[in-house]
């Protein structure tokens, strides 16, 4: 089968050095393999994904040498590629799951579930403690009538394991460290878990790279594709980049933002930079992207998080 590889990148400011580094090990992933590329923008927050940011992000993306095939600008069969132009196939799949009574309402509140002393999972998100799985019908017309409701799966105690294509063998067990998860929240949105899933399968991805702050998503995604009826994509997930102090990147880090980066680097000398960081230029000698083709190799990459140096960028 011929290798599709994908980027998904939330435009919610400029990029920064994990988001490249992300861009750069789909594309060399896919390229590698004769595949093709897709771009995908990851733009359900519409508050926090202002059009402008997509806008620069095409730009920065295209400076950088990092290409597509499908994708905003260059268009292809699946379009449009903004996921807040994609509603009615989330809404599709939805009905999916709904016509398996999966899907129930949730009524609670963010601040209410911070509040209680609910468990939580390792990367800080909650795990649900079943609140509103069991409202009568008309406990939900009752509360209907005050809040509108966010909607979630009701997953069984399972485990689900898979194998992933970088980090080895992965499972969760999908009710003891997931929880009943939002399909849909209580303003309309549509959460990333579905629409990733029902986006990668619909535009033929075969392999998804991202970030392993994702690898804890991936048995969620795994369960949705089985309900839905899908073929689900290998999946590689590599460390992530930390800021010198050994936080993760954030807006706090001017220095790894692109927006300082392009006026200090060029794009040559900041992939080669990030290609040392992840193994596979031998020094921190500036290469472009399709220099950096034939060292690719996924084992070269670390496991373990990649602190950065003070000096590189
Ligand atoms: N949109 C997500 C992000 O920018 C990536 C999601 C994915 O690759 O599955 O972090």
């Known amino acids: 089968m011929p290798t599709v590889g994908r980027f998904a990148p939330s435009p919610s400011g400029r990029i920064h050095l994990g988001n ?75 009905k999916t799951l709904e016509s398996q009574n999966l899907v129930y309402p949730c009524f609670c509140t963010r601040a209410g579930l911070h509040a209680a002393s609910a468990p939580h999972r390792s990367d800080g998100q909650i795990i649900y403690a079943g609140t509103c799985r069991s409202l009568t019908p008309a406990q939900i017309q009752e509360r209907a009538r005050t809040r509108s409701p966010g909607l979630r799966l009701r997953v069984p105690p399972e485990n689900w394991r898979f194998t992933d294509g970088h980090m080895g063998t992965y499972q969760e067990n999908l009710s003891q460290d997931c929880g009943d998860f939002l399909l849909r929240r209580s303003d309309g949105t549509f959460a990333y878990q579905l629409a990733v899933v029902v986006d990668d399968a619909a535009m033929g991805v075969t392999e998804v790279v991202r970030g392993a702050d994702l690898l804890s998503s991936t048995p969620r995604q795994l369960f949705l594709y089985h309900l839905l009826g899908l073929t689900p994509p290998e999946f590689y997930h590599f460390p992530l980049l930390l800021a010198p102090d050994g936080r993760r990147l954030s807006k706090r880090n ?55 140096p003070a000096n590189l960028f």
């Open 254 to 308: 001017a220095d790894a933002g692109l927006d300082s980066l392009q006026s200090r680097m060029t794009p040559p000398e900041i992939l080669g930079n990030l290609a040392y960081l992840a193994g596979f230029n031998p020094s921190a000698r500036p290469r472009t992207a399709v220099d950096l083709l034939p060292d690719f190799r996924w084992d070269l990459v670390p496991k373990e998080d990649i602190r950065l």
């Open 20 to 94: 490249i580094l992300c861009c750069l090990l789909a594309w060399l992933s896919a390229r590698q393999k004769g595949g093709r590329v897709v771009l995908r923008i990851e733009d359900l927050d519409t508050a926090r994904c202002p059009a402008r940011y997509c806008n620069q992000m095409l730009a920065d993306l295209t400076w950088l040498g990092l290409d597509w095939d499908e994708g905003p600008l260059t268009g292809g069969p699946q379009a449009p590629y903004c996921q807040s132009q994609r509603t009615a196939l989330y809404q599709a799949a939805l």
